[in-house]
């Protein structure tokens, strides 16, 4: 079975905390997404990386950075969280070219208080 | 402008009765457009891609077709495990590594 894992079902962080989301995918893929799902708004791309060391900002960046030092992990990094990034976080892995569909983890809810 | 535009936002059917969510989109040089399904506090589960006008692809209760405007999901005798969010994506316009643009998804309720 494929597996995109996010380190994280439930997380409350205080607002100024430096926050880490974790991600790994054991499918040797080489693009690799992080997006945020809010009601009404649907889902949105904030940063993906297609290579190690690679990083694209995505539609909604500001707020958040993103490492990526090795190939199977992808971390997102909220450097000073804010109450409105309270939201549900996202990770998705595929390869490059058609026919190679996005997988996704099981999301991180994540509460700033 | 959205790119892609999902109908009805939300659906309550009763068991057995067969209905159809629309996913309309209008990025030109389409390639592909992808089907998942998403439980509540859950990621969205893969369901289907489709390249090509005129495809169809099936699995047990659902059947996704794509024409050069739109691409609809059947529902045939839904049960109540079918209830979920369903969501439809593009790749991205002139975006990098093949990221998808998501529609804001159909809330399908189903009711025994």
């Known amino acids: 079975d494929v597996k995109v894992t996010q380190s994280s079902r439930y997380l409350v962080k205080r607002t100024g905390e430096k926050v880490f989301l974790e991600c790994v995918q054991d499918?040797?893929?080489?693009?690799m997404f992080w997006y945020r799902q809010d009601p009404g708004l649907g889902l949105r791309l904030i940063y993906f990386s297609y290579d190690v060391k690679m990083k694209e900002k995505g539609d909604i960046p500001e707020g958040y950075s993103v490492s990526r030092e090795k190939k199977e992990r992808f971390s997102l990094i909220l450097e000073s969280a804010s109450t409105n990034q309270t939201s549900m976080y996202l990770c998705?892995?595929?390869?490059?070219?058609?026919?190679?569909?996005?997988?996704f983890g099981q999301g991180t809810r994540l509460t700033v208080v | 402008e959205d790119q892609v535009t999902q109908s009805p936002e939300a659906l309550r059917l009763q068991e057995g009765e067969s209905s159809s969510l629309n996913c309309s989109y209008t990025v030109s040089g389409l390639r592909g457009l992808f089907w998942y399904r998403q439980d509540p506090g859950k990621g969205p589960e893969f369901l289907f891609t489709l390249y090509s006008a005129g495809e169809e692809k099936e699995k047990e209760r659902l059947k996704a077709t794509l024409t050069k405007k739109e691409s609809f999901l059947h529902i045939t005798a839904p049960k109540p495990e079918d209830s979920a969010t369903y969501l439809c994506a593009v790749p991205t316009p002139g975006g990098g590594a093949d990221g998808l643009t998501f529609g804001k998804g159909t809330h399908l309720i189903i009711q025994p």
């Open positions: 499918m040797d893929h080489e693009n």
């Open positions: 998705a892995s595929n390869n490059r070219g058609q026919g190679v569909d996005p997988f």
